[in-house]
C-alpha cells in the first residue's frame, strides 16, 4: 500500500497539518487524545474536507484541491473500525455483516464471506442481537463487517481501547490474521504502545496535529521506556509447557523458563516487563528468582534517565533497563556478558 | 420589610382603595352587538352629564350576553335582539321583570358583495357562501333561519351557511368578501363600505325584531342604573337610535 | 350521550382534517428536519426561527395572516383565484391552519429522534458504501422512527384540538369546516346546550386518549424492533 498525504486542515482550536508518503502493510498512528488522529482519519477516509492539499491511494488520487477533485466516503473503499463498534442496533447482525458487501460491485467481492466466518468464528453470533453481544464480540463483528466490504484500507481508531486487557489480545490476533489472510493494509491508531508493538512495523508520530515523527514500533518502545508504566514490553513466545512441581517449564527457543502462569497443551504468547529484569556481572549463587539466563549485551540505548540494555540470549532477544549509575558501576558495554534473573511470576501470558 | 418595599405597599393599598371607591361608580352593561355605536354615543353623552359615572360596554350576540350574565358576569343592563334571551333570563328571575320595556325594533336585510343576480331569498342557493348570525345563540341568525325556512330555500343551502358569532362578524365577512352575502339588519347595512344591501327580506317570512331592555337582579336597588335607564328611555336616546336606522315602533 | 348529525359530521370533519394535515405535514417535516441536522448551511439559524415561529404566535394571529395572505385581498389568494383555486372558508383552509400550527411540533420531534443517532454511526455506514441516500433510508429513517411517530402523533393531537386559526381561517360552516373544538364552542356561546357540549367533550377524550395509546403501542414496537 502507498498512501500520499499532503494535507492541512485547521479544524476548532487543532492546525492539522500533514505531508508524508506512507507505504506498507501495518502502520501505526501514535498520539495523545486531542492530537488529531481522529481528524485524521477523517480526512483519509473522505468524512471530513481537507483545507487543501492531496490525498493519493496507491496512485488514485482520492482528493486534490487544485485539481477539483475530491471522492466520496462511498467511492474510496476505505473502511473504518471505530473504538465503539457502531453496530447497527435495528439490523441483525448477520445485516451488519453484509452491509458493506452488498454495497460493493460484484467483481469487487473478493473476500470469501464464509472464509471471513470461519476465521473470526462469528458462526455462533449470527443467530444473535446486537444487544446482547458482549463488547468483544462486538468489535469482531465490527471487523467482520469492515473487511467483507472489501477495503483497499482498513483504518482503525483505537479498536482495543474500550476492551479490557484479555480481550485485546484476543482480537489483536484477529486483526492480523484477517490482515494478513485477506491481504488487507491497515491504518492502526492507539495511545498504547505495547498495541503498537505487537500490530505495526511503521509508526507515524503525532501531536497537535503535526507529524512529529516516522518511525518503526521497535524505536518508539525503546524511546518511550522510560514514560512507559511497563517499561520495555518483552513479547516472548512460549512453548512445550510441562508441569514442574506448580510451575510450568517451557522452551523458548534455545532457553528454559519457568512460569507461573501457564497453560498446559498449548503455545502461549508471554509479556515481560523490562522493569522484571535484574542483571548480574558475575554468576549469582543461590537467587530466589527461577529464571537465570546467560546473555550478551548487544546493544545499549539511553531513554531519558535510564537505560535500555538489548540482551541476546541463546538466540532470542529481550530488552532490559537499569539506571545509568548501575550501567556505569558494572561496566556495562556492547558484547559484557551478564546474566539475567527473572522471577517465574514476572510472565504474564496474553492467551 | 425595607423602607422601600413599606412605601411600595402602602401605595398598592392606596391605589385599590381609590379603585374600589371607583367600583362603586361603574355600570356594566350587556348589549346585542347590532347596537354597538348607538349604545357607545349614548354612553359618551350620559358620563359627560355624570361624571361620576364609568359605563363599561359588554358587546356580544344577545344568547351568548344571557349565558354570560348566567355565570355571574357583573351586569347591571341587558339589551337583547329579541324576546327570547330576555324571557330566558326572567324565568330565571335573574332580570327585574318589571323593569322590562321594548327598546327599539329592526329589520333583516341580505347585503354583500357577490357579482351574481341576487333580488330575492329565493335567489340564495345560486350563492356558494352565506354568513349568518350562530341560531344558537345570535337573534339574527334565529330570524335568518327561519326566514330561510319559511322560503323553502334552508334545505338546498346545507354547507354553505358560515356560522357566526354575532351579527357584526356576518358584516365583516360580507364587507371582506369572504363570503357572497350576509343576513345582518338594516342598520348594519347602513354601516357598511363595501357590502350593498341586495334584498330586503320580506316582514312575513320571520318574527318582528324587537330589542327589549331591563335591569339584572342585580342592579334592582342600585340608583345610578336606574338613572342610565331612565336615560335610555328618553328623548336623546331615541333621536341616536332613529340616527342609526332603529325603528321606534 | 347525545349527538345529532351535525355532531357527527364534526367528527369526521375533524378525523379528515387531523390525518391530511399529518400525511401532508410528515415529508416535508422530515426533510426540514434533515435538513436542520445534517446540513451546514448559512442563514440555518433563520429556518430554525421561522419554523418555530407559529409555536410563539398565538393562533388567532396564524389564522388572521392566512386571512390576509389567501383571503380575496391577499397577493397569494388572487394568484390562486386566478387559477380557480379558493382555499379560504373550505375543509382545505382548516387542514392549512392545522399544518401551520402543528408543524414546528413535527419538525422538533423529528429533529429529536435524528440528533439522537450517533454520527459515527453515520459515518460508518458511508464508509461501508452508502450513498447519502442509502444511508438515509437504511440507518436516519429506521433510528429516527421514534421521533417521526412522536411528531406525527403530536400533529395529529394538535389538529384535533385547534381552534383560534381554524376559525378565523376557515370559519365556521357546520359540515364543511366545523370541527370538533368548533362545534364546542358554538355549544359554550349558548347557554342551555351543556349536554350536547359535553357529549363532543367526551368524544373528544375518547379519540384523544386513542391516539395517546396507539402511540405508546407503536413506540414499544420500535423500541423492539430497533434492538433497544
Known amino acids: 500500500m502507498k498512501l500520499s498525504l499532503d494535507i492541512e486542515k485547521n479544524i476548532g482550536t487543532l492546525s492539522l497539518e500533514f505531508k508524508t508518503d506512507i507505504s506498507g502493510e501495518r502502520i501505526g498512528i501514535f498520539g495523545a487524545s486531542g492530537s488529531g488522529k481522529t481528524t485524521l482519519i477523517n480526512l483519509i477516509s473522505g468524512l471530513l474536507l481537507p483545507d487543501k492539499g492531496a490525498i493519493i491511494l496507491d496512485g488514485n488520487t482520492l482528493f486534490s484541491k487544485h485539481q477539483k477533485i475530491n471522492i466520496s466516503p462511498k467511492k474510496r473503499r476505505i473502511a473504518i ?23 460493493c460491485r460484484e467483481n469487487n467481492r473478493i473476500i470469501k464471506p464464509d472464509i471471513m466466518i470461519d476465521l473470526l468464528k462469528l458462526q455462533p453470533l449470527l443467530q444473535r442481537r446486537v444487544k446482547h453481544l458482549s463488547g468483544g464480540e462486538k468489535q469482531r463483528i465490527a471487523l467482520g463487517r469492515a473487511v467483507l466490504a472489501n477495503p483497499h484500507l482498513l483504518l482503525m481508531d483505537e479498536p482495543l481501547s474500550a476492551l479490557d486487557d484479555t480481550l485485546r489480545f484476543q482480537i489483536i490476533t484477529y486483526l492480523k490474521s484477517v490482515s494478513t489472510e485477506f491481504r488487507i493494509p491497515y491504518l492502526f491508531i492507539s495511545h498504547s504502545i505495547t498495541e503498537m508493538q505487537l500490530m505495526t512495523d511503521q509508526v ?4 497537535k496535529g503535526q507529524l512529529i515523527e516516522v518511525t518503526t514500533s521497535e524505536k518508539l518502545a525503546k524511546n518511550r521506556m522510560v514514560n512507559n508504566p511497563n517499561g520495555y514490553v518483552n513479547f516472548l513466545r512460549l512453548a512445550n509447557p510441562v508441569d514442574q512441581n506448580g510451575l510450568f517449564s517451557y522452551s523458548w527457543g534455545n532457553n528454559n523458563l519457568l512460569v507461573s502462569d501457564g497453560k498446559l497443551n498449548a503455545e502461549s504468547l508471554f509479556e515481560l516487563s523490562s522493569h522484571d529484569i535484574v542483571l548480574f556481572k558475575k554468576h549469582p549463587e543461590a537467587i530466589s528468582a527461577r529464571n537465570l539466563l546467560e546473555c550478551t549485551v548487544t546493544e545499549m540505548f539511553n531513554s531519558g534517565t535510564k537505560i535500555g540494555i538489548v540482551l541476546a540470549v541463546n538466540g532470542e532477544k529481550l530488552v532490559a533497563e537499569i539506571v545509568r549509575a548501575a550501567a556505569n558501576e558494572l561496566d556495562i558495554a556492547p558484547n559484557s556478558q551478564l546474566f539475567a534473573a527473572i522471577k517465574a511470576s514476572s510472565f504474564r501470558r496474553l492467551n | 420589610m425595607t423602607d422601600a418595599m413599606k412605601k411600595i405597599t402602602i401605595l398598592v393599598f392606596t391605589l385599590l382603595t381609590i379603585t374600589v371607591n371607583a367600583m362603586a361608580e361603574e355600570l356594566n352593561l350587556s348589549v346585542a352587538a347590532s347596537l354597538k355605536e348607538v349604545i357607545k354615543e349614548l354612553s359618551t353623552n350620559y ?18 350576553l344571557a349565558g354570560q350574565i348566567e355565570n355571574g358576569i357583573p351586569a347591571d343592563l341587558f339589551i337583547a335582539a329579541n324576546t327570547e334571551w330576555m324571557d330566558y333570563l326572567n324565568d330565571k328571575k335573574l332580570v327585574v321583570g318589571t323593569s322590562k320595556k321594548t327598546f327599539a325594533y329592526n329589520s ?51 354547507g354553505k351557511l358560515v356560522m357566526a358569532k354575532d351579527v357584526r362578524e356576518c358584516l365583516m365577512y360580507a364587507e371582506l368578501g369572504e363570503v357572497d352575502g350576509a343576513f345582518i339588519y338594516k342598520t348594519d347595512a347602513l354601516l357598511a ?22 335591569l339584572t337582579a342585580k342592579a334592582a336597588k342600585n340608583n345610578e342604573a336606574k338613572t342610565f335607564f331612565a336615560y335610555l328611555q328618553g328623548n336623546e336616546a331615541k333621536s341616536i337610535l332613529t340616527k342609526f336606522g332603529f325603528s321606534l315602533k | 350521550m347525545q349527538l345529532t348529525s351535525e355532531d357527527i359530521a364534526s367528527i369526521w370533519l375533524s378525523l379528515k382534517v387531523a390525518v391530511t394535515a399529518t400525511a401532508l405535514s410528515l415529508p416535508i417535516g422530515f426533510a426540514t428536519a434533515w435538513l436542520i441536522v445534517f446540513k451546514k448551511f448559512r442563514l440555518k439559524v433563520l429556518l430554525e426561527v421561522l419554523i418555530n415561529l407559529p409555536l410563539t404566535l398565538p393562533p388567532v394571529v396564524i389564522g388572521y395572516f392566512l386571512l390576509l395572505l389567501l383571503g380575496k385581498q391577499g397577493w397569494l389568494g388572487k394568484l390562486l383565484a386566478e387559477l ?21 411540533l413535527l419538525v422538533r420531534s ?3 429522534g435524528m440528533e439522537s443517532i450517533d454520527q459515527q454511526m453515520l459515518e460508518a455506514s458511508q464508509t461501508l458504501g452508502a450513498s447519502w441516500f442509502d444511508s438515509l433510508l437504511t440507518i436516519i429513517v429506521p433510528l429516527s422512527m421514534k421521533g417521526i411517530l412522536a411528531g406525527a402523533s403530536l400533529m395529529f393531537a394538535r389538529s384535533l384540538g385547534e381552534f383560534g386559526a381554524t376559525i378565523i381561517a376557515a370559519g365556521n360552516i357546520p359540515g364543511k369546516t366545523q370541527t370538533i373544538p368548533l362545534a364546542i364552542y358554538d355549544y359554550a356561546s349558548s347557554p342551555s346546550s351543556t ?29 423492539r424492533s430497533n434492538g433497544l
Open chain 3, 84 to 104: 380557480h383555486i379558493h382555499l379560504l372558508f373550505t375543509w382545505k383552509a382548516a387542514v392549512i391552519a392545522s399544518v401551520v400550527v402543528g408543524f414546528p
Open chain 2, 193 to 214: 363600505q363595501k357590502a350593498k344591501l341586495l334584498f330586503v327580506v320580506p316582514q312575513e317570512l320571520y318574527p318582528r325584531v324587537i330589542y327589549q331592555i331591563a
Open chain 2, 47 to 64: 358620563t359627560k352629564k355624570h361624571p361620576g359615572t364609568v359605563l363599561l360596554n359588554n358587546f356580544g350576540s344577545s344568547g351568548t
Open chain 2, 108 to 158: 333583516l336585510v341580505f347585503a354583500g358583495t357577490s357579482s351574481k343576480k341576487v333580488s330575492s331569498i329565493k335567489d340564495l342557493p345560486k350563492l356558494e357562501k352565506i354568513a349568518i348570525g350562530n341560531p344558537k345563540s345570535v337573534p339574527a341568525g334565529e330570524y335568518a333561519i327561519t326566514a330561510m325556512k319559511k322560503s323553502g330555500v334552508l334545505t338546498k343551502l346545507t
Open chain 3, 110 to 112: 423529528i429533529r429529536l
Open chain 1, 81 to 103: 473500525i471505530f473504538q465503539q463498534a457502531m453496530l447497527f442496533p435495528h439490523l441483525s447482525v448477520k445485516t451488519n455483516l453484509f452491509y458493506g458487501y452488498k454495497r
Open chain 1, 204 to 207: 507515524l508520530i503525532i501531536n
Open chain 3, 195 to 223: 349536554p350536547m357540549a359535553l357529549s363532543l367533550c367526551l368524544i373528544s377524550v375518547i379519540i384523544s386518549v386513542f391516539v395517546l395509546l396507539l402511540h405508546e403501542l407503536l413506540s414499544k414496537k420500535i423500541d
